[in-house]
């Protein structure tokens, strides 16, 4: 079955920098567009990158362009989001996720938190 585990959350001073990780089994990692998110404390889950099977195209939101960037390693079935700069209001569970048909996966979430 599909399984998704996400890793390397932390407590972080402001303009920090973390590397998530998420490792993908059960399916073909290489066939799937996959998705970083985060939720924070009374927010709806948003969706914060993305990226192509093939790790050639990636996508991020408004608020985090810049300073995140998504990126695969299809040898080793993970995906990686790096947050450099990071700031308060980074801070959220991130979970990694990928959409089959009318299927949807989540990780159980790695919580990030930003604090001086």
């Known amino acids: 079955q599909v399984q998704l585990v996400e890793s390397g959350g932390g407590l972080v001073q402001p303009g920090g920098s973390l590397r998530l990780s998420c490792a993908a089994s059960?399916?073909?990692?290489?066939?799937?567009?996959m998705n970083w998110y985060r939720q924070a404390p009374g927010k709806e889950r948003e969706l914060v990158a993305s990226?192509?099977?093939?790790?050639?195209?990636?996508n991020y939101a408004d608020s985090v362009k810049g300073r995140f960037t998504i990126s695969r390693d299809n040898a080793k079935n993970t995906v990686y989001l790096q947050i450099d700069s990071l700031k308060p209001e980074d801070s959220a569970v991130y979970y990694c996720?990928?959409?089959?048909?009318?299927?949807?996966?989540w990780g159980q979430g790695t919580q990030v938190t930003v604090s001086s």
């Open positions: 059960g399916f073909i990692f290489s066939r799937y567009t």
């Open positions: 996720n990928i959409r089959s048909g009318i299927s949807v996966y």
């Open positions: 990226i192509s099977r093939a790790g050639d195209t990636s």
